[in-house]
């Protein structure tokens, strides 16, 4: 009777808590959340004023009392207040779509290597939004759960989870991470890294956005024969009068090149730790890569060229890790092993038999 009125009255919820972008999937609906991890803050009457896709359309146009901030940086909480906040603007965004009449149950994916500190922050934060049960999954092993890999069973299966904050190499076997490596090296550092670059050369600043717009637009692994083009609008460095430039994707690649060969390199060390078998099992299926990353133009082609490995780029890598959560909630008895975190026996006292 209790389990069945939890059903009528309550849809669970997936998240992917992601450094750039935040994704809530609901039960039994799909997808209904993606919005920018961005939180205004007037610190004048320390009040949140906007959460999500309206703060970031503030992103470094607000004056000096208005901030608008990201509250996770490199995929972990660095402002639990922050964060808690935005979890419950989304949770309830969710509750009125839905009717929930009872906190959800909560699937958070987290980055994998997480502290149990950094992971009590996350389900505080969850739980003080409203969750009634609270339970983490690492992004890697989300990620494969949502791009079907087989990863309850006995054979090996590697993602590569290239998110805004980390990057995520894990090699999966029977409900467990075999081998993984966390790189603190992902979209975030590439628009760094493109900011940086276009000052260098053409003493020019960018912003953050515009940068992130023209790493979607020319972002590459290997040369593009022609090279594409794009306009660039900033700040002459020596003028600081308003300049437009002309920049290439082979700009872009320079620009990107030595943190693509980080991440390479990273997938390499995993690939030298996984035992025999598994690799062995690797090679047959391939190696999948997810989230926004993966989108860069001919990269699953250099780490194929670089590994001798077969290499996919999943069916809708930017939701790969939310519809994994959404995955573990439609069966929680079968994913049960792959949850993380002390709210698991609790969970289960939930789930139908």
């Not at 660095?78 to 969710?94: G, H, N, P, V």
């Not at 699937?107 to 994998?112: A, W």
């Not at 075999?178 to 600043?205: C, E, F, P, W």
Request: aromatic letters at 4%.
């Amino acid at each position: 009777m209790f389990k069945s009125l939890l059903k009528r009255f309550s849809h669970d919820i997936g998240i992917d808590l992601g450094t750039a972008n935040t994704l809530v999937y609901i039960q039994g609906k799909g997808v209904l959340v993606r919005e920018p991890s961005v939180v205004a803050v007037n610190r004048k009457t320390n009040t949140v004023i906007a959460v999500g896709t309206e703060a970031e359309i503030m992103y470094g146009r607000t004056p000096s009392h208005i901030d608008a901030i990201r509250p996770l940086v490199d995929g972990v909480i660095s402002d639990f207040e922050i964060t808690e906040e935005m979890l419950k603007y989304f949770l309830q965004k969710a509750s009125a779509q839905n009717r929930m009449l009872m906190g959800p149950r909560v699937v958070v994916g987290v980055p994998s290597g997480i502290t149990n500190v950094e992971a009590r922050a996350v389900m505080d934060a969850a739980s003080h939004a409203g969750a009634r049960a609270v339970f983490l999954i690492e992004e890697p092993m989300a990620a494969a759960i949502g791009v079907g890999l087989p990863v309850t069973e006995s054979v090996g299966s590697m993602i590569v989870d290239i998110g805004g904050g980390t990057t995520d190499v894990a090699v999966i076997s029977m409900s467990g991470v075999v081998t993984s490596k966390n790189i603190k090296i992902a979209g975030d550092h590439l628009n760094v890294a493109i900011i940086h670059y276009i000052r260098d050369v053409y003493q020019l600043a960018i912003g953050e956005k515009t940068a992130e717009q023209t790493k979607k637009e020319l972002s590459t692994a290997i040369v593009e024969t022609p090279p594409l083009s794009a306009t660039v609008r900033g700040r002459d460095l020596a003028t600081g009068l308003p300049r437009e430039i002309i920049i290439t994707s082979t700009d872009i690649l320079y620009a990107i090149d030595d943190s693509i060969r980080v991440i390479i390199s990273g997938i390499k060390e995993v690939l030298e730790k996984t035992p025999p078998e598994l690799v062995s099992d690797i090679y047959k299926s391939g190696m999948y890569l997810a989230g926004g990353g993966s989108l860069i133009r001919r990269l699953d082609e250099r780490i194929s060229r670089e590994t001798g490995m077969k290499v996919i780029v999943s069916e809708d890598p930017l939701t790969a890790v939310v519809r994994g959560c959404g995955q573990i909630l439609e069966d929680l008895s079968k994913y049960k092993l792959v949850v993380l975190g002390e709210e698991l026996q609790y969970g289960e006292i939930l789930v139908e038999e």
